[in-house]
């Protein structure tokens, strides 16, 4: 079992930066990718990048590319998403993952709840 809590969402202006957390639980966390997908109102939810568990290894949604920074520091169980240049559209609850490296929610076992990115023009 592993417990995930994301933190770090908040309101910002469109442009800005934001710096998201993802605290695991356990001493197997760095035996899994973890993942960060968002779900924006009335849509599904979406891949947006995802780190290998040595932190070797990332791919990014061409959405986030260029813009969007995953890694992890696995001494402290912890998983960042440093976002830059935010745009309305990366207004959405982000969600971490622990699981298998994949872009598909399914391949994921371990799901945090979420926090609120809001990017407002």
Known sequence: QVQLVESGGELVQAGGSLRLS???SGRTFDNYAVGWFR???GKERE???V???NGVTKLYANSVKGR???SRDNAKSTVYLQMNSLKPEDTAVYFCAAGEFSTSEDRYDYWGQ???VTASS
Do not use: W
Request: proline share 0%.
């Open 22 to 24: 993802c605290a695991a």
């Open 39 to 41: 779900q924006s109102a």
């Open 47 to 49: 891949f947006v990048a």
């Open 51 to 53: 780190v290998s568990r």
């Open 68 to 70: 969007f920074t995953i």
């Open 114 to 116: 979420g926090t609120q």
